[in-house]
């Protein structure tokens, strides 16, 4: 019997990790939220990841579990591991990718770069912190925020109003997350993957552009980003990942500050939008290599195929008919794009795929990833 992988969630990114588990004659198995995702190829059940009773279940028909997404609750996960599941990440790494305060202190405590940041209960407190920061900052809510969903940037303690009544009327009581409002002039991404006997492997260090919050491209590696800069970015992910015993692939967003540091904005640990140019850009993609971390086989390398990789993300999607209707015009004009189709049904602002092209010529590769993206009605292209 071949080595049996579960995921939950079926989104995109167990989606992504089939055919790298098909090439390690791996059987991967996915519990999906619901019928019809992304991941529906791999699907072996549909129930709530929130519910320990179905995820037990589940974990019995593997011997391993991993993650397409950071949101399955921590009594779900402590219930894994008490029942001797391997779980990668465990419940306490996660925990920190899950709630962004906690995020943030263990950070701090660890000496590593981010922006100056306070915990907020109330009006007064966000007034006080905005008044030592200019009149303004970005506030966030600790839990549940993706792809720009619940950050405000703010110019008064009045602007988040709505958050702390949420929290008010919660039995549980909470906080907001209130950060400076940095200036910078580019966003990157430093991606490593370290299994569970210790070995972390790097790939190179990327620029990310961002639109409405949601990553809209990539470029590997990052313009201008050899000696200081990418030492630097690959210090603080591999200190990340071994100091909170991350396990599978660690994603640290970093702002590129207009006075030269890098500040850390966000983690995940999982495979990342920000690593999908590893597909065809990298010997070793991050869905490979989280396989083989969360199974703790040795890392593969992580050099790069050609000079430039850059991928673009196809937001919205045709307007009329599907993405597979574009591909005979796509492939066509542009034969040195990949194309990763994710399955869904367009709608605007949804993530429905994405190009890679590789090559050594950084004007002509990003010319044609957006060209071709923007054949498949990408909005951002």
């Not at 306070?118 to 970005?138: I, P, S, Y």
């Not at 966030?140 to 602007?159: A, I, Q, S």
């Not at 990763?340 to 994405?354: A, C, E, Q, S, T």
């Amino acid at each position: 019997m071949s080595i049996r992988v579960g995921v939950i969630g079926g989104g995109q990114l167990a989606r992504m990790m089939v055919p790298a588990a098909v090439n390690l004659g791996l059987d991967i198995r996915v519990l999906s939220e619901q019928e019809g995702m992304s991941a529906r190829l791999a699907t072996v059940e549909v129930g709530d990841y929130r519910d320990a009773d179905t995820v037990l279940a589940f974990a019995e028909t593997v011997d391993v579990i991993t993650f397409d997404h950071e949101h399955v609750p921590q009594h779900v996960l402590r219930a894994l591991v008490d029942a001797g599941v391997q779980v990668h990440p465990g419940p306490d790494a996660l925990a920190v990718a899950q709630d962004k305060l906690l995020m943030r202190e263990r950070l701090t405590e660890l000496g590593l770069p981010v922006p100056d940041w306070a915990r907020v209960h109330d009006q007064e407190e966000l007034a006080a912190f905005l008044a030592e920061h200019g009149g303004k900052g970005v506030v966030k809510t600790p839990r549940g925020g993706y792809d720009g969903k619940g950050v405000r940037v703010v110019h008064g303690p009045n602007e988040v109003d709505d958050w702390f009544t949420a929290l008010s009327e919660d039995a549980n009581g909470g906080a907001l997350l209130v950060e400076e409002l940095v200036s910078f002039r580019r966003e990157l991404a430093q991606l490593v993957a370290r299994r569970p006997s210790g070995e972390v492997v790097p790939w190179r260090v990327v620029e990310t552009v961002q639109l409405g919050g949601v990553c809209s491209e990539v470029i590997a590696p990052a313009p201008g980003s050899a000696g200081r800069l990418a030492d630097t970015a690959e210090e603080i992910a591999v200190t990340v990942a071994t100091a909170l015993g991350v396990t599978g692939v660690l994603a640290v967003e970093l702002f590129e500050t207009d006075d030269d540091r890098l500040l850390i904005n966000e983690l995940a640990m999982r495979p990342h939008n920000s690593g999908h140019w590893t597909q065809d850009g990298s010997v070793t993609s991050q869905f490979e290599q989280h396989l083989r971390a969360v199974l703790d086989l040795p890392l593969g390398w992580t050099g790069c195929h050609r000079d430039w990789t850059v991928m673009v993300n196809v937001l919205g999607g045709p307007t009329e008919g599907t993405l597979d209707d574009r591909y005979p015009q796509v492939l066509g004009a542009h034969p040195l794009a990949k194309v990763h189709n994710y399955g869904k049904d367009p709608r605007p602002g949804r993530k429905v795929g994405h190009v890679n092209v590789a090559g050594d010529d950084l004007d002509d590769v990003v010319y044609e990833a957006r060209a071709a993206a923007a054949l498949l009605g990408a909005e951002n292209a």
